[in-house]
């Protein structure tokens, strides 16, 4: 278990009492490459980057905890001076931290730029070094570390050198029980329900098992003690080549210099089993599976529903201008007890109304300008009927509005903390 995440909220801790900060949250993004992954796209750190209004200053434990990368802090600074808010890397090494102010001056700014250029330049380093050996690993079938496909285990490799994957005797039976469900007419949402019944751990929180870390974690701003089954997280399991014993590299099939698929191990299913659930769920999917859009919607991510406290997604009524904010917490694996709709241009006035008549501003509103303001519309139920006073327009006393947090809770001065 790796003891990184103490050590950096030590140095964090200790760099905010030498400021004179008070610590009154933590984002925490295990997992994800700072490399890769801008802050403002951080499960974790997003929440809080999106509401500024909140604290004064973030304080990471040094400049690679923040970014690797010499554009992501360009962006960084530039948001920094956007909301007049701090920034603040503990750099122990230097004996003292690197502040940077919104009025930094071009020096310190400068410094910033170069502490990230030398962690990109390594970072840069160590994973062409990591993909040359990877790269090495997944030709000889050998299993070079990452995250291990659901259904198997790692195992000594039958060379008598270094390791591959053989099935996870709990989980390989489990895989081949939810192929025979599918075939069986059982749609993944039904299955996703029944898995979350019975308490099987999604992918995630088994392989937190299986190296002794905590389950869960948080997601959309909301913490989890465990993840739930989905029919999208269903479906990733299903669709992996993984399943034909396959190794497998981005999601695709490796294979060796004549182009046959290279293994890792015992198949859970045969190529003729795999080929014939693919073509079934394709089946299903009716065409639909495409690419994932960023959302251009309102009120995603502020629009929530009373019965479960989900977030509610924007749904498109096929020959309407308009469409639906609806509760999608089966979509989450959850059952809610009172899923909440609503037409989408009329949560949409009703929300701009209420934030124009609360801050006595006409400007132009947009969805960041309401997640910065910390907006959040819940939604209840609505009841059937109601004759033609249905169409007329939105029943505010199914709607509930509030700015700055929960009741409007004014601005306090306050620093928040990333220990990742």
């Known amino acids: 278990m790796t003891t990184s995440p103490s050590r950096q909220r030590s140095a964090i801790r200790l760099c905010a009492e030498r400021l004179g900060f008070a610590l009154v949250g933590e984002a925490a ?26 604290y004064e200053a973030i304080v990471w434990s040094h400049v690679d905890r923040a970014v690797r990368s010499v554009t992501h802090m360009a962006e960084l600074i530039a948001w920094g001076r956007e909301h007049t808010r701090t920034l603040v890397f503990g750099m122990l090494e230097t004996g003292r931290p690197l502040v940077v102010t919104p009025e930094a001056t071009a020096s310190t700014i400068q410094q910033c730029m170069d502490f990230a250029h030398d962690v990109e330049q390594e970072a840069r380093t160590i994973s062409t070094r990591l993909s040359s050996s990877h790269e090495a690993l997944r030709a000889a079938g050998r299993y070079g570390g990452g995250l291990i496909p659901f259904g198997y285990q790692k195992a000594p490799h039958p060379s008598g050198s270094g390791w591959c994957l053989a099935p996870d005797p709990e989980t390989a039976d489990l895989v081949r029980a939810i192929v025979a469900d599918v075939h069986a007419g059982k749609s993944l949402v039904a299955i996703a329900r029944e898995l979350n019944a019975s308490e099987v ?19 959309h701003g909301r913490d989890f003690e465990r993840f739930r089954w989905t029919s999208g997280t269903l479906s990733k399991v299903l669709r992996s080549p993984s399943l034909m014993g396959h ?25 003729e089993e795999f080929q014939v659930l693919q073509n079934t769920l394709a089946t299903r999917s009716n065409g639909t599976r495409g690419p994932r859009n960023r959302t251009t919607a309102l009120l995603t991510g502020i629009a929530h529903c009373s019965g479960c406290e989900g977030r509610m997604y924007f749904a498109v009524r096929k020959g309407r201008p308009y469409g639906d904010y609806v509760c999608r917490a089966t979509a989450r694996g959850d059952v809610c007890p009172a899923p909440a709709a609503m037409r989408s241009d009329w949560l949409e006035t009703y929300a701009v109304d209420r934030y124009r008549e609360t801050t006595a501003t006409q ?12 907006v959040r519309v819940t939604v209840t139920k609505g009841r059937s009927g109601g004759g033609p006073a249905r169409t007329a327009g939105p029943d505010v006393s199914r709607l509930t509005f509030t700015l ?11 620093t928040t903390v990333t220990g990742a």
């Open 29 to 54: 993004d295990l997992g994800v490459s700072a490399r890769r992954i801008s802050p403002f796209e951080r499960p974790s750190l997003s929440t809080w980057l999106e509401r500024p209004q909140a």
């Open 201 to 219: 751990p999604v992918p995630r929180d088994r392989r937190a098992q299986l190296q002794g870390r905590p389950t869960g974690g948080r997601r």
């Open 247 to 271: 190794r497998t590299h981005g999601g695709q099939t490796v294979h060796d210099a004549f182009g046959t698929p290279v293994l890792i191990g015992q198949p859970l299913l045969s190529n």
């Open 363 to 374: 400007a132009p509103v947009s969805r960041r300008l309401l997640l910065e303001s910390g």
């Open 404 to 414: 700055g947090g929960p009741a409007g809770t004014p601005h306090v001065s306050k």
